[in-house]
Protein backbone atom coordinates (compact mmCIF):
# COMPACT_ATOMS: atom_id res chain seq x y z
CA UNK A 1 0.00 0.00 0.00
CA UNK A 2 1.15 3.82 -0.80
CA UNK A 3 0.02 6.45 1.37
CA UNK A 4 -0.75 9.78 -1.46
CA UNK A 5 0.37 12.20 0.56
CA UNK A 6 -1.83 15.21 -1.83
CA UNK A 7 -2.64 19.21 -0.76
CA UNK A 8 -6.65 19.32 -0.22
CA UNK A 9 -6.59 23.22 0.83
CA UNK A 10 -6.12 26.15 -0.95
CA UNK A 11 -2.98 27.74 -0.92
CA UNK A 12 -2.95 31.07 -2.33
CA UNK A 13 -4.72 32.55 1.17
CA UNK A 14 -3.76 32.62 4.64
CA UNK A 15 -6.98 30.57 5.23
CA UNK A 16 -7.22 26.78 5.23
CA UNK A 17 -10.27 26.63 3.01
CA UNK A 18 -10.76 23.35 1.14
CA UNK A 19 -9.81 23.74 -2.41
CA UNK A 20 -12.20 21.73 -4.25
CA UNK A 21 -10.22 21.79 -7.60
CA UNK A 22 -7.28 19.86 -5.53
CA UNK A 23 -9.92 17.78 -3.90
CA UNK A 24 -11.36 16.10 -7.09
CA UNK A 25 -8.07 15.99 -8.93
CA UNK A 26 -6.60 14.21 -6.27
CA UNK A 27 -9.08 11.58 -6.16
CA UNK A 28 -9.17 11.06 -9.87
CA UNK A 29 -5.27 10.15 -9.76
CA UNK A 30 -6.30 7.75 -6.73
CA UNK A 31 -8.52 5.96 -8.98
CA UNK A 32 -6.11 5.87 -11.91
CA UNK A 33 -3.73 4.18 -9.37
CA UNK A 34 -6.28 2.34 -8.41
CA UNK A 35 -7.44 1.17 -11.56
CA UNK A 36 -3.57 -0.31 -12.30
CA UNK A 37 -3.72 -2.43 -8.99
CA UNK A 38 -2.04 -0.11 -6.94
CA UNK A 39 -3.91 0.10 -3.09
CA UNK A 40 -3.67 3.85 -2.15
CA UNK A 41 -4.76 5.29 1.16
CA UNK A 42 -5.79 9.21 0.42
CA UNK A 43 -5.72 10.57 4.37
CA UNK A 44 -8.96 12.89 3.80
CA UNK A 45 -10.87 9.89 2.40
CA UNK A 46 -9.60 7.19 3.96
CA UNK A 47 -9.50 8.24 7.75
CA UNK A 48 -11.63 8.45 10.43
CA UNK A 49 -12.08 12.33 9.80
CA UNK A 50 -14.14 12.89 13.13
CA UNK A 51 -11.31 11.74 15.20
CA UNK A 52 -9.43 14.68 16.86
CA UNK A 53 -6.51 16.24 15.32
CA UNK A 54 -4.15 14.26 17.84
CA UNK A 55 -5.99 10.70 17.31
CA UNK A 56 -5.92 11.83 13.36
CA UNK A 57 -2.09 12.67 13.19
CA UNK A 58 -1.77 8.98 15.05
CA UNK A 59 -4.00 6.74 12.40
CA UNK A 60 -1.91 8.80 10.08
CA UNK A 61 1.69 7.97 11.13
CA UNK A 62 0.50 4.26 11.89
CA UNK A 63 -0.28 4.16 8.06
CA UNK A 64 2.80 5.74 7.00
CA UNK A 65 4.99 3.46 9.21
CA UNK A 66 2.94 0.31 7.64
CA UNK A 67 3.20 1.37 4.18
CA UNK A 68 5.53 0.15 1.10
CA UNK A 69 6.17 4.14 0.22
CA UNK A 70 4.48 7.40 -0.35
CA UNK A 71 3.24 9.49 -3.09
CA UNK A 72 3.84 13.21 -3.10
CA UNK A 73 1.68 15.42 -5.11
CA UNK A 74 4.74 17.93 -5.46
CA UNK A 75 2.49 20.68 -4.07
CA UNK A 76 3.25 23.90 -1.86
CA UNK A 77 1.73 23.02 1.76
CA UNK A 78 3.37 22.27 3.84
CA UNK A 79 1.86 19.08 5.51
CA UNK A 80 2.99 16.50 2.28
CA UNK A 81 6.34 17.64 3.32
CA UNK A 82 6.17 16.90 6.97
CA UNK A 83 4.82 13.51 6.37
CA UNK A 84 7.76 12.79 3.31
CA UNK A 85 10.21 13.62 6.06
CA UNK A 86 8.32 11.06 8.39
CA UNK A 87 8.40 8.34 6.05
CA UNK A 88 12.16 8.63 4.52
CA UNK A 89 13.21 8.82 7.82
CA UNK A 90 11.57 5.33 8.08
CA UNK A 91 13.29 4.25 5.31
CA UNK A 92 10.36 4.09 3.04
CA UNK A 93 10.37 4.94 -0.90
CA UNK A 94 9.42 8.26 -1.69
CA UNK A 95 7.73 9.25 -4.90
CA UNK A 96 7.25 12.86 -5.85
CA UNK A 97 4.49 13.85 -8.71
CA UNK A 98 4.85 16.82 -10.25
CA UNK A 99 1.15 18.79 -10.38
CA UNK A 100 0.26 21.89 -12.12
CA UNK A 101 1.33 24.16 -8.32
CA UNK A 102 4.40 22.10 -8.61
CA UNK A 103 7.29 24.87 -8.45
CA UNK A 104 10.87 24.42 -9.21
CA UNK A 105 13.26 23.27 -6.57
CA UNK A 106 16.94 22.46 -6.05
CA UNK A 107 19.15 19.00 -7.10
CA UNK A 108 19.37 18.62 -2.75
CA UNK A 109 15.30 18.50 -3.04
CA UNK A 110 14.97 16.52 -5.71
CA UNK A 111 17.69 14.19 -4.35
CA UNK A 112 15.09 13.12 -1.44
CA UNK A 113 12.65 11.59 -3.88
CA UNK A 114 13.48 7.89 -5.03
CA UNK A 115 11.57 9.08 -8.28
CA UNK A 116 9.72 12.33 -9.43
CA UNK A 117 6.90 10.95 -11.77
CA UNK A 118 5.75 14.24 -14.83
CA UNK A 119 2.49 13.34 -14.67
CA UNK A 120 -0.15 10.53 -13.41
CA UNK A 121 0.69 8.25 -16.63
CA UNK A 122 4.84 8.69 -16.01
CA UNK A 123 3.73 7.42 -12.26
CA UNK A 124 1.81 4.32 -13.52
CA UNK A 125 4.86 3.67 -16.22
CA UNK A 126 7.26 3.92 -13.19
CA UNK A 127 5.14 1.39 -10.96
CA UNK A 128 4.12 -0.80 -14.47
CA UNK A 129 8.18 -0.84 -15.64
CA UNK A 130 10.15 -1.57 -12.44
CA UNK A 131 9.03 -0.38 -8.68
CA UNK A 132 5.64 -2.78 -7.51
Not at 41 to 64: C, H, M, N, W
Not at 82 to 91: R, S
Not at 112 to 117: E, V, W
Request: hydrophobic fraction near 35%; charge should be negative.
Amino acid sequence: MYYFATPHVNTNVKENTLDFEKLKRNEELCKKLEEEGLKIFLPYRDADQTLSGKDLLEKELEVIRNCDGMIVALSNTRGIYLEAGYAKALGKKIIGLKVEETRDFSDWGKAFFDYIAKDAEDLIKYFETKHE
